[in-house]
């Protein structure tokens, strides 16, 4: 490509189309946007993800770190979502972290939408099921607080 009499290499024709054809302003909206950007009450945290994961990516802040990235995707969950985490040591790293609250929400949404015994399952295992988030919820911390009252 020849632009005002002199040759462009590749990088410098894509720097130029950049400059007429990008928002110079994209990553300061997306930022803004990510900064409001909240996981709804009733939404899965599969559907959720795409639309965090697109902002990040149009603010830019992939070069900012992981704690930069987590700190954003926290704000951003509904409050059962954080409740779930209070309870559990989170990861460092940003892909590590989002695959556990995959987890977290694969486990809680099987929970929430078997909200109703179905008719294949037994009454004893029903209760069972229901139980378990409730029994994990109450006795993950006390391994912390043992840990407290010996030392």
């Known amino acids: 490509m020849v632009l005002q009499g002199r040759a462009l290499n590749p990088d410098e024709f894509v720097d130029y189309l950049n400059t007429i054809f990008l928002d110079p302003y994209l990553s300061g909206r997306a930022i803004n946007r990510l900064r409001t950007l909240r996981q709804g009450e009733k939404e899965s945290f599969s559907t959720f993800l795409p639309r965090f994961k ?3 990516a149009n603010s830019r802040l992939r070069d900012a770190g992981d704690a930069v990235e987590i700190s954003y995707l926290e704000g951003a969950l509904n409050s ?6 209070i309870t559990m040591p989170t990861e460092e790293h940003y892909a590590p972290y989002v695959q556990q609250l995959a987890r977290i929400h694969i486990v809680n949404g099987n929970f929430m939408t ?9 009454q004893g295992e029903w209760i069972g099921h229901q139980g378990t988030p409730s029994v994990y919820l109450i006795l993950s911390p006390l391994p912390c607080l043992t840990s407290l009252n010996r030392g």
């Open 114 to 122: 078997l909200s109703s015994r179905p008719k294949t399952v037994e």
């Open 80 to 85: 059962q979502m954080s409740a779930a985490l």
């Open 54 to 56: 697109k902002e990040l």
